[in-house]
């Protein structure tokens, strides 16, 4: 088998009439092309949610502002919210996850590919509903345009009585289908990485990406089910006459509080999982060294995964739970803290003595080490019940979580943007532009977030559409405003950068980085079938043993 | 083949990787597992909390026969993999059609149970908490044994146009395991709704 030759079609421009190209990409199963697909597709609701956070941000930015009505800031708030977290974060991971995870272990697709296309177009069709509501929410009744139960839908705003029209349909069908979509891609994940290895690829050689995706995977799978199923719920009471979540029939509002949670509190740790394989795999990269501590990492992983599904209703302390309840709860989500540590030091003992190149990927993976540490520390704050009493429901958890979604997660996409732009499109980056990026974008982060913390302390409710003066709030509305004009000036020289560096950029070769993943010993962009020859492993880096056949990895691994 | 070959496939150990059928359907079913934990859940939290009648214990009688059914589908499904990875493919047909057939009596019975209680008993998904419970997890599960069904005929047009062969086993046997799955699911659902919840 290992022996086979296959001769190499020499890549040119495609000369092929637009209509046939995109029909390719329309009926594609091949990983790179969903990945792609999945990529644009959140870039696109980034943008889009992210004027909706402008919008919010306008009419906060004095008290008593008249930007919009009360109604579209709800709308708006409830849109930010299920757009970024389903239509944007999720389906860039995903995306990221389909694109580079046969590359990294050395297969030519996923053990799914079928699948993976469907799971992507579930996701796709998901995000139109959500976004038709503008248009066909109004149904029969007349009322409600786009969703604006907040993107937590707590019962009995969802019931008719209080959400007529179809506004909380779409809202509902549109989290069924794009959570069919995501446990198919759960379900794909777990295979690809179980069943696809290339020869010599144990689970203790796969590269760290691979390892954290499997987590995400298996939480996928468990922790989508339950917003299913409880979606499953709201539809039959609003549609049938069904009393889950109806309190005059005996039904309970806490119960779906609880079901939501279930799936809440796992899905963060779903986000935020593939950030920490992005920077295990750049932060090594650009530290010239392996990365420290490698089983501890994935020991850390698999117990992120696991406790993960037993802190949810720390997100529910305010509603009132008895003491166990409550000691429990705050237990675990301290407990959570500590593998998330182990994996903070084990990327500055990875940096620790190495020889740290500043590129734009590791200036952001750098970027998310210190947020990310800031907003686990609020989060212990949070998560302890006597400080959540006084806080849940402020401007300081909004502050809190934005912390971990942006300054964690999205801090870590574009680091992994900038490191894989070269292998996806064969052209580097415009470094400076890069450097604008970071630079624009983490002052703008700082100014809208670390100030956002301060009128929550102050006692400024979150999701209100404006505020009285002189509760010393303003000034910092508006400098959290500011700094949002920030960071769409820094998204606009990203999306600029990306543009231009696709047809103006320097061609970038196998191997930019000089990096020791399999993905970069193949062509960039890779070939359809990415890997002409199977490759056969032999240690956690084999391009490492590859360029150094004198001092290979597995003498010593 | 060569001697380099021959010394190489000798030197390494033979590289197995899991059957990728059957991760990724025992990933689904993982999924459907939690998918009925919060049915499950939902039904044992409002056991005895609807405000109005009837109660499971007026209307609600014990499916004997169509769970004996169903649980035994298990067993000839079973043997059905199990003959069509010996190749005797008329045995494979005869215990695939058996299957099929417990399966449907299965679902006829839940649907004249149900047709029993909307029209003799009266109770509907909106009538109280203990119809809406009772008819989203009974009827979660007969979704499921609908779409098994579907899959069992689609291979049994396929068996009598001759088009299944014994290397189909593993796929067979991939099903198999979501038919299992679905007994499984009625056992429990089966001891919460009618043993517990009654």
């Keep these: 088998m290992s022996s086979e030759t296959i001769a190499l079609s020499t890549v040119g421009p495609d000369a092929r009439p637009i209509g046939e190209r995109l029909h390719d990409w329309i009926v594609t199963v091949d990983h790179k092309k969903l990945g792609i697909l999945y990529i644009l597709y959140a870039l696109f609701f980034l943008v889009v949610a992210g004027i909706e956070a402008i919008i919010m941000r306008i009419q906060l930015i004095v008290p008593h502002n008249h930007f919009v009505s009360p109604q579209i800031f709800n709308r708006m708030m409830t849109m930010h919210g299920t757009t970024m977290i389903f239509f944007m974060v999720m389906p860039i991971l995903f995306g990221f996850g389909t694109y580079l995870i046969p590359l990294m272990i050395g297969a030519r697709d996923m053990a799914f590919p079928r699948l993976n296309a469907f799971s992507f177009w579930m996701t796709a069709f998901g995000g139109l509903l959500l976004y038709f509501s503008f248009i066909g929410g109004n149904g029969l009744y007349g009322a409600g345009t786009a969703p604006d139960v907040g993107w937590w839908a707590y019962a009995p705003l969802t019931a008719r009585a209080f959400s007529p029209g179809h506004s909380t349909d779409f809202w509902t069908l549109a989290l069924l289908a794009s959570g069919v979509g995501s446990i198919g891609a759960g379900v794909n994940f777990i295979a690809t990485i179980l069943c696809m290895r290339c020869p010599g690829m144990t689970l203790g050689k796969m590269p760290l990406l691979a390892w954290l995706n499997l987590v995400v995977g298996g939480m996928v799978i468990f922790c989508i089910s339950p917003l299913t199923a409880a979606q499953i719920m709201l539809c039959i009471d609003r549609y049938l006459g069904g009393h889950f979540f109806d309190t005059q029939a005996g039904g309970s509002a806490v119960l779906w509080m609880h079901f939501f949670w279930i799936f809440g509190h796992p899905e963060v740790y779903i986000l935020v999982v593939p950030a920490f394989a992005f920077v295990s795999e750049i932060v090594p990269v650009f530290s010239r060294k392996p990365i420290f501590g490698y089983p501890i990492m994935v020991a850390a992983t698999i117990a992120i995964g696991f406790i993960s599904f037993s802190v949810w209703a720390h997100h529910m302390f305010t509603v009132g739970m008895s003491s166990y309840g409550n000691s429990f709860f705050v237990f675990t989500t301290v407990a959570i803290a500590v593998p998330t540590g182990i994996k903070i030091f084990n990327w500055l003992g990875t940096m620790w003595g190495g020889k740290i190149q500043l590129r734009v990927p590791m200036l952001f993976c750098i970027g998310f080490l210190f947020q990310f540490l800031i907003a686990g520390l609020t989060g212990i704050m949070l998560g302890t019940a006597p400080f959540n009493w006084q806080l849940s429901g402020s401007y300081f958890v909004v502050a809190h979580f934005h912390y971990v979604i942006v300054g964690g997660i999205v801090f870590a996409l574009f680091g992994a943007f900038y490191y894989w732009y070269p292998k996806m499109s064969g052209r580097m980056y415009n470094e400076t532009l890069g450097k604008w990026h970071f630079w624009l974008f983490i002052i703008g982060f700082h100014l809208t977030f670390d100030f956002m913390h301060i009128p929550g302390i102050l006692g400024m409710p979150r999701r209100i559409y404006t505020y009285e003066p002189g509760r010393g709030w303003e000034i910092w509305n508006l400098i959290v405003t500011i700094g949002a004009f920030f960071q769409a000036a820094g998204i606009l020289v990203f999306v600029v950068n990306l543009l231009w560096s696709l047809r103006k950029g320097e061609p970038a070769g196998n191997d930019p980085w000089d990096a020791w993943t399999l993905e970069w010993s193949t062509s960039s962009p890779p070939p359809d079938y990415d890997f002409a020859v199977t490759p056969v492993v032999r240690s956690r880096r084999p391009l490492w043993d590859l360029k150094h056949p004198e001092d290979p990895d597995w003498k010593y691994e | ?198």
């Design chain 2, 1 to 198: 083949m060569s001697s380099a070959a021959y010394t190489r496939t000798t030197a390494e150990p033979a590289w197995i990787l899991p059957s990728r059928g059957r991760v990724g359907m025992f990933s689904l079913i993982g999924a459907e597992c939690a998918i009925f934990t919060i049915f499950v859940v939902a039904y044992i939290f409002y056991i005895g909390k609807s405000v109005a009648g009837p109660t499971p214990r007026d209307v609600l009688e014990l499916p004997i026969f169509s769970t004996i059914c169903l649980l035994s589908s298990s067993l000839t499904i079973h043997l059905a993999v199990g003959a069509l990875r010996r190749a005797s493919m008329s045995a494979f047909g005869l215990w695939w059609f058996v299957t099929m057939a417990l399966g449907t009596i299965f679902l006829v019975s839940t649907g004249r149970e149900w047709h029993h209680l909307i029209y003799d008993k009266g109770l509907t998904v909106s009538t109280n908490l203990f119809g809406t419970t009772y008819y989203s997890l009974v009827g979660l599960h007969a979704f499921h044994v609908t779409v098994g069904l579907l899959l069992i005929a689609l291979a049994m047009i396929f068996t009598l146009f001759g088009k299944v062969e014994p290397e189909h086993s593993e796929r067979a046997e991939v099903f198999s395991l979501y038919w299992h799955f679905v007994d499984v699911v009625w056992v429990i659902v089966f001891t919460v709704v009618y043993v517990i919840g009654r």
